[in-house]
Every structure is written in structure tokens, then in C-alpha cells.
């Protein structure tokens, strides 16, 4: 019982949450919400009136941010739902390797490896050849990059000025 006092952290982290807590009646078409687990952005959303229990529901009709897919949930309006952190930040593109990975350059001249060129969808696939032709022609590319819930996408392109 030497050890009285000291306290050990199994892991270091930000401190940070991926998510945080919203009254499913505030979120509006357009907001990101979690829906199975997954980050999603708002397509629709209906609400039904208060019915015999007493309570209203909300009906989310969303698309994964990530992978493109519908997905569906249906919420008491009182409930609380979680909304994801969802960022976007710009990175200076500086090279893009054989094997579809790319080498971004943060503001701060720190540089970000662990980014592939998009795919999964015919808009993703063609912004993965833009990328690919814009670069070989030698332009200046600004990089813009979603990051929610420890996954992180390019999501779109621009010329530097």
C-alpha cells in the first residue's frame, strides 16, 4: 500500500467525445445524427403527433457522411439521440503514392500520411481521378477532409490561389 495516491491511466486520449447528446424534436434536416452506430447526415424528418402513450415520435430518414447509405430511425421527440463531431478541415496536397495514398500538409507544416484517394461511389471514384489528373498536371491542390467518429475522408478539392 506504498502506492497510495498515485493513479495510472490505462490510455491517453484528447478528452474529447465522438458524440454528444441532442433531444431527438431539435434535430432538422440538413444535421448530422448516429444512426446505428454510424455518422449520417439528415435527409428528412418527420414528426408524428402525440399519440395515445403520449408521446410524439420522430421518423430520420439519413445517409451514412462516409459510405453513402440510407439509413432509417425511428425516435421518441423527447429522447435524446447522438450527434456526431463532425469537422472538416484543409490540407495542402503534396504527393499521391502508386498504391492510392496520399501525402497532405497541415497548416502548421505538420504532414498527414494515412489518407487514401476516395472511393466507394461514382462521385468519390470521380473525384479520386481529378485528384489523380490535377496532380500530374503540377496544379496546387487544396485537400478538403471530413473527419467524425476516428474516420476521416477527402471529401472534396480546390486550386490554390
Not at 446505428?36 to 457522411?65: N, Q, W, Y
Not at 447522438?82 to 497532405?104: K, Q
Request: include cysteine; proline fraction near 2%; charged fraction near 30%.
Amino acid at each position: 500500500m506504498a502506492d497510495e495516491g498515485v493513479q495510472e491511466f490505462e490510455n491517453v486520449e484528447s478528452g474529447a467525445s465522438l458524440t454528444y447528446p441532442a433531444a431527438a424534436g431539435s434535430i432538422r434536416k440538413g444535421a448530422h445524427i448516429v444512426i446505428k452506430g454510424r455518422p449520417c447526415k439528415v435527409l428528412e424528418m418527420t414528426t408524428s403527433k402525440t399519440g395515445k402513450h403520449g408521446h410524439a415520435k420522430c421518423h430520420f430518414t439519413a445517409v451514412d457522411i462516409f459510405t453513402g447509405k440510407k439509413c432509417e430511425m425511428l425516435e421518441s421527440s423527447t429522447h435524446n439521440c447522438d450527434v456526431p463531431n463532425v469537422n472538416r478541415a484543409e490540407y495542402t496536397l503534396l504527393d499521391i503514392s502508386d498504391d492510392g495514398f496520399v501525402s497532405l500538409m497541415e497548416d502548421s507544416g505538420e504532414t498527414k500520411d494515412d489518407l487514401s484517394l476516395p472511393s466507394g461511389t461514382e462521385d468519390l471514384d470521380a473525384l479520386a481521378v481529378t485528384l489523380k489528373e490535377d496532380f500530374e498536371e503540377g496544379k496546387d491542390l487544396i485537400i478538403t477532409v471530413l473527419s467524425a467518429m476516428n474516420q476521416e475522408m477527402i471529401i472534396a478539392s480546390r486550386e490554390a490561389k
